[in-house]
């Protein structure tokens, strides 16, 4: 205003420029820090659920030790005077407990590779619906104009 005041049209025209650059620029940095708040969010949210996934896999684990400490007396003491198919028997089990390990540790791997976000392309999307067209400041120079008018 203080530029049409002093009947400087062209600096008015650059401020109202300047004014629409960083106002386009200020929306497509709000943007751009939602999108990185989200995944912030998102990936604090992966962690926790991969630390819960390793410390239950780690009590897996330590149960599996257990039992196969278990299976591993349970032998020696079937050779000592049981028959061998109870020995058999008692590997089988810890054979299918061990399947069940390994298909357990399979489906938590997968559900982290499902549950990782794809890469959003906000800067693809910033381009798309970017219209910083000199009209806009045509326009508001025009109403500059007639406000300054009605003064």
Do not use: C
Request: hydrophobic share 35%; aromatic share 4%; charged share 30%.
């Amino acid at each position: 205003m203080k530029a049409l005041q002093a009947g400087n049209e062209g600096d008015a025209r650059k401020f109202l420029e300047r004014k629409t650059f960083l106002e386009s620029k200020l929306s497509e940095l709000q943007m751009t820090y939602q999108a990185a708040s989200s995944n912030t969010s998102q990936m604090r949210k992966m962690h926790d659920k991969l630390v819960s996934d390793i410390g239950e896999l780690e009590a897996r684990k330590n149960m599996m030790k257990a039992k196969w400490s278990v299976a591993k007396t349970q032998e020696r003491m079937n050779k000592l005077g049981t028959s061998v198919s109870g020995a058999n028997q008692s590997m089988s089990v810890f054979g299918r407990m061990e399947d069940k390990v390994n298909r357990a540790l399979d489906q938590a791997n997968a559900m982290a590779e499902l549950n990782s976000a794809p890469s959003d392309g906000i800067e693809d999307l910033t381009a798309k619906y970017d219209t910083g067209s000199t009209s806009d400041v045509d326009d508001e120079l025009a109403a500059l104009k007639a406000k300054m008018m009605l003064n």
